[in-house]
């Protein structure tokens, strides 16, 4: 139990920083209907780029700026290949994937996994994020504001404070319509491919940043960590759903619930590693059986227990 | 106003589901006409109001709006000439959006969507007025979900956003067909009330002879993907539904009591 809540910190910083993914998630998933699988890549791409940039001595933030463009680039890869090459979109995204692999591992020079080295205290003290600077803070050897709840809360406000306002205008309104009607939307004037694709970049972009803030958080990245990231996105995206679905009405705050649905995730993870002593191999198969029984509420709950759906008549044209 | 050349669409070619849906449409339509069109089902109705709109490219032949030759022009692009409405009410409006941003949409059809806020609150006041008019009791739901809107509420709202940008040709394609009688009537009577305030060149399809012959100043009518009928002013006027049968009958060389299957 004590070893539970002294890994809560820890487990709260990693579900917010996933927690920027998953709201990349939630862009495709819920606000485009598509399944973008070009995340499990991307994710990498953000934390690779970064790595190799900040080990070459760049500015954080040209680093981190960097790893958003190649995510969006990532997207725009398969954007291209879904709205241009007519290829489903699902299959798009798996054929991004699979290439990003490969690229990944080019851009840290062939390597599974490159570190940052932060037993050099110069580099360290130039992360936003890190690991070390939970139990820093905790010892009084950190001040509290580099404490990494704090950094990558404001760093979520202000990404969903963009997003918000981003949605709230005439492009941002046309991204939302060409998901929830793509012929409504054409009716209207609206380019649906160019639509797709923006939200594809948007979204990539967001994870690939996540990514970069990851591989900070740990010091490293390497060509496994966005194994799966679509799985944990979609079960912040459900669990947000679920928990704040009937009192977060307002775009933001439903932004929000999916960065606390990361939080959540995360520390129910926490939970089961530290209270029983499974081998940690087994996670990945509790969080699909997870993500499964949630996605599969709300059929279940449609088929018996009859109900308006929300999202009726989007377009079966 | 809208100019049909020769215009071919085959679906499916080479397959055993071939279907020739248009096959040689010419219409040559003049400003502030309204034009009903009716047909069996399957005459292609759909299919050249489709062609118009830009949904597929024509296998051949061409079509201009104003004097603008939009044949090959997607259909986003082509929707800054078009204001359409469409059979389905689930069709033509965003169900998870508020009706005003569905409004705010329509009012932006055929103009550069930059970064510019979504919605100004000119709009709020003016997007009022509109529904207030309607008298469907929408004026104080502005950020209600459309989705939760009954069919003739959306049909009324997509006829409003199909006019809001006054476009050069309002395409209707059986927008009154879901809705039951009552609603019908009153959807038919605002679309009516629309295309006259702003003189629209208008295409309706509809399966109700009375109403082609009631509505507009031209009336169409479509057989095997062809235009098989055409009749217009004074001759429109004094048209009666026997007239528009035995016509037909004529026309397709089949007996009339087919016909009335065909167009019931
Ligand atoms: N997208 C499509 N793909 C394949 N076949 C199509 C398509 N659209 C129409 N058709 C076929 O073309 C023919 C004409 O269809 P269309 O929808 O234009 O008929 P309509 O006159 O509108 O009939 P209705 O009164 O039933 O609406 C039909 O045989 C139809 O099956
Ligand atoms: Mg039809």
């Not at chain 1, 499974?278 to 997870?290: E, Q």
């Given at each position: 139990m004590l070893n539970f809540i002294g890994a809560l910190p820890g487990a709260v910083s990693q579900g917010l920083i996933w927690g920027l993914m998953a709201i990349g998630v939630y862009i495709t998933y819920k606000i485009l209907d598509i399944a973008d699988l070009t995340v499990d890549g991307s994710f990498c791409t953000g934390g690779a780029v970064f790595v190799v940039l900040f080990g070459q001595g760049v500015n954080i933030w040209a680093a981190m700026l960097a790893a958003l463009l190649a995510g969006m680039l990532a997207g725009l890869a398969t954007g291209l290949?879904?709205?241009?090459?007519?290829?489903?979109?699902?299959?798009?995204?798996?054929?991004?994937?699979?290439?990003?692999?490969?690229?990944?591992?080019?851009?840290?020079?062939?390597?599974?996994?490159?570190?940052?080295?932060?037993?050099?205290?110069?580099?360290?003290?130039?992360?936003?994020?890190?690991?070390?600077?939970?139990?820093?803070?905790?010892?009084?050897?950190?001040?509290?504001?580099?404490?990494?709840?704090?950094?990558?809360?404001?760093?979520?406000?202000?990404?969903?404070?963009?997003?918000?306002?981003?949605?709230?205008?005439?492009?941002?309104?046309?991204?939302?319509?060409?998901?929830?009607n793509p012929n409504m939307a054409r009716a209207q004037g609206i380019n649906t491919d160019t639509g797709k694709v923006l939200g594809l970049m948007i979204s990539n972009g967001l994870v690939a940043l996540s990514g970069a803030l990851l591989s900070q958080y740990q010091s490293f990245a390497d060509s496994s960590m966005g194994k799966g990231a679509i799985v944990i996105g979609l079960a912040a995206v459900i669990i947000g759903q679920v928990v704040f679905g009937k009192v977060f009405r307002n775009f933001a705050l439903k932004l929000l619930a999916v960065s606390i649905g990361a939080i959540i995730y995360y520390i129910v993870i926490q939970a089961v590693v530290s209270l029983s002593n499974i081998n940690t191999n087994y996670l990945k198969l509790i969080s699909a059986v997870i993500v499964a029984v949630f996605l599969a509420i709300p059929y279940w709950k449609g088929r018996y227990f009859t109900k308006t759906s929300h999202k009726g008549g989007s377009a079966h044209a | 106003m809208l100019e049909i050349k020769g215009i071919w669409k085959t679906f499916n070619a080479g397959t055993v589901n071939e279907k020739q849906a248009l096959r040689g449409v010419d219409l040559t339509l003049k400003e502030g006409d309204f034009c009903t069109v009716i047909g069996g089902n399957g005459a292609g109705k759909s299919t050249m109001l489709n062609a118009v709109a830009g949904a597929w490219a024509v296998d051949e032949g061409s079509i201009s709006i104003g004097g603008a030759d939009v044949t090959h022009l997607p259909e986003h692009k082509r929707a800054a000439y078009i204001g359409r409405v469409f059979q389905d009410p689930m069709m033509g409006t965003a169900p998870s959006m508020q009706i005003i941003e569905n409004l705010a949409l329509a009012a932006r059809r055929g103009q550069r969507r930059g970064l510019r806020w979504g919605i100004t609150r000119e709009e709020k006041t003016r997007y009022q007025d509109m529904l207030q008019k309607l008298d469907l009791g929408l004026e104080d739901r502005l950020t209600s979900k459309v989705g939760l809107l009954s069919g003739g509420q959306r049909q009324a709202l997509t006829l409003l956003m199909a006019s809001l940008k006054k476009p050069r040709l309002l395409l209707l394609d059986e927008h009154t067909a879901a809705l039951d009688p009552k609603t019908a009537a009153k959807v038919l009577a605002l679309s009516d009330k629309i295309v006259a305030e702003s003189g629209l060149t208008t295409m309706m399809v509809t399966h109700n002879m009375k109403d082609a012959i009631q509505h507009g100043n031209r009336l169409i009518m479509m057989y095997d993907g062809k235009i098989v009928i055409d009749v217009s002013g004074e001759e429109k006027k004094k048209l009666t539904v026997p007239q528009l049968l035995e016509l037909f009958s004529k026309v397709s060389g089949s007996d009339e009591a087919d016909d009335k299957l065909l167009l019931s």
């Amino acid at each position: 139990m004590l070893n539970f809540i002294g890994a809560l910190p820890g487990a709260v910083s990693q579900g917010l920083i996933w927690g920027l993914m998953a709201i990349g998630v939630y862009i495709t998933y819920k606000i485009l209907d598509i399944a973008d699988l070009t995340v499990d890549g991307s994710f990498c791409t953000g934390g690779a780029v970064f790595v190799v940039l900040f080990g070459q001595g760049v500015n954080i933030w040209a680093a981190m700026l960097a790893a958003l463009l190649a995510g969006m680039l990532a997207g725009l890869a398969t954007g291209l290949l879904h709205t241009a090459c007519g290829i489903p979109a699902i299959l798009a995204g798996i054929l991004t994937q699979l290439g990003l692999w490969s690229i990944n591992l080019a851009i840290m020079g062939m390597k599974a996994n490159v570190a940052i080295n932060v037993t050099n205290p110069d580099n360290l003290d130039r992360l936003l994020v890190s690991l070390r600077f939970v139990q820093d803070v905790a010892k009084g050897n950190r001040p509290f504001i580099r404490h990494p709840i704090l950094v990558v809360g404001l760093f979520t406000a202000a990404v969903i404070a963009v997003l918000y306002a981003f949605f709230g205008t005439e492009l941002g309104a046309a991204l939302r319509a060409t998901g929830a009607n793509p012929n409504m939307a054409r009716a209207q004037g609206i380019n649906t491919d160019t639509g797709k694709v923006l939200g594809l970049m948007i979204s990539n972009g967001l994870v690939a940043l996540s990514g970069a803030l990851l591989s900070q958080y740990q010091s490293f990245a390497d060509s496994s960590m966005g194994k799966g990231a679509i799985v944990i996105g979609l079960a912040a995206v459900i669990i947000g759903q679920v928990v704040f679905g009937k009192v977060f009405r307002n775009f933001a705050l439903k932004l929000l619930a999916v960065s606390i649905g990361a939080i959540i995730y995360y520390i129910v993870i926490q939970a089961v590693v530290s209270l029983s002593n499974i081998n940690t191999n087994y996670l990945k198969l509790i969080s699909a059986v997870i993500v499964a029984v949630f996605l599969a509420i709300p059929y279940w709950k449609g088929r018996y227990f009859t109900k308006t759906s929300h999202k009726g008549g989007s377009a079966h044209a | 106003m809208l100019e049909i050349k020769g215009i071919w669409k085959t679906f499916n070619a080479g397959t055993v589901n071939e279907k020739q849906a248009l096959r040689g449409v010419d219409l040559t339509l003049k400003e502030g006409d309204f034009c009903t069109v009716i047909g069996g089902n399957g005459a292609g109705k759909s299919t050249m109001l489709n062609a118009v709109a830009g949904a597929w490219a024509v296998d051949e032949g061409s079509i201009s709006i104003g004097g603008a030759d939009v044949t090959h022009l997607p259909e986003h692009k082509r929707a800054a000439y078009i204001g359409r409405v469409f059979q389905d009410p689930m069709m033509g409006t965003a169900p998870s959006m508020q009706i005003i941003e569905n409004l705010a949409l329509a009012a932006r059809r055929g103009q550069r969507r930059g970064l510019r806020w979504g919605i100004t609150r000119e709009e709020k006041t003016r997007y009022q007025d509109m529904l207030q008019k309607l008298d469907l009791g929408l004026e104080d739901r502005l950020t209600s979900k459309v989705g939760l809107l009954s069919g003739g509420q959306r049909q009324a709202l997509t006829l409003l956003m199909a006019s809001l940008k006054k476009p050069r040709l309002l395409l209707l394609d059986e927008h009154t067909a879901a809705l039951d009688p009552k609603t019908a009537a009153k959807v038919l009577a605002l679309s009516d009330k629309i295309v006259a305030e702003s003189g629209l060149t208008t295409m309706m399809v509809t399966h109700n002879m009375k109403d082609a012959i009631q509505h507009g100043n031209r009336l169409i009518m479509m057989y095997d993907g062809k235009i098989v009928i055409d009749v217009s002013g004074e001759e429109k006027k004094k048209l009666t539904v026997p007239q528009l049968l035995e016509l037909f009958s004529k026309v397709s060389g089949s007996d009339e009591a087919d016909d009335k299957l065909l167009l019931s």
